[in-house]
């Protein structure tokens, strides 16, 4: 499996997929918060005329976790992306970013805006939902309570009868292997480092919070397309709104039955991802 060393010396993994003849402009894959490169699974097999690459943060997947885990935050994730791509000799991609991803493309627009030819934002926004944010801090960190995985994929499907209505078990089960794994001694583990919580604890206690506004506004002169699920309880309808006023030009998707986050294989996701992919030709 491939890695590379970062400047502080971890070692992060990521894939590396695609025709080998491939001359467009290369997608970088960005998940998810605690996830890893499976976040795309379902996106991956529709892009199968692009090169496609997803890295594993720093803490997460097959990556090394980091001695300070105050280096899980989006400035310096955003450069091990960049540090990934002069890896792999890419001058310019195409990003895809679902929720942390999407954060770290907004910062990027900023600190790397020559590198970036297009952004797709999946359920993520310059405001988020303190719901949702509620949400997240009830779990990240913490070992999962299932025996198992075909119990987690369960649970999945029940917690998420609402806001993923059409969702099968089957998918759930596969989505319960992507974000957790058997436990040596028993019951599941979390497939990224603990230490995640500690981090954004202390980040959210370090003083003044970034403007998010002004991050997204470096992506005016970036082809933006803009992806939410219906029933968000992170990405609200108001917040997709007030981007397509500040970025008119940007591409707006909403996905029925879908909350936080789409999967991307919808027929709305990827029909907003290749009018992106178009625009960044």
Sequence with gaps: MPHFTTSDGLSLHYTDEGPENETGTPILCLAGLTRNVTDFTY??????????IRLDYRGRGLSDHAEDYMTYNILREGQDAIELLDHLGIERTILIGTSRGGLIAMALSHSH???????????IGPEVAPIGIERIMDYVGKTPPFENLD?????LAAGHAKDFPDIPLTRWREQAEFMWQDAPSGGIALRYDPRLRDALVG????????????????????????????NSDLFTAETQAQMQTRHPDMITAVVPNRGHVPFLDEPQSLAAIRQLLKAAA
């Design 43 to 52: 996106l991956v097999p529709h892009l199968s005329d692009h090169r496609v």
């Design 151 to 155: 119990a987690a994929a369960d649970a």
């Design 113 to 123: 805006p020559d590198r970036l030819a297009g952004v797709v934002l999946n359920d």
């Design 203 to 230: 980040q959210a206690g370090a003083g003044e919070a970034v403007d998010l506004w002004a991050l997204f506004d470096g992506l005016k002169l970036i082809p933006t397309a803009s992806i939410r699920g219906e």
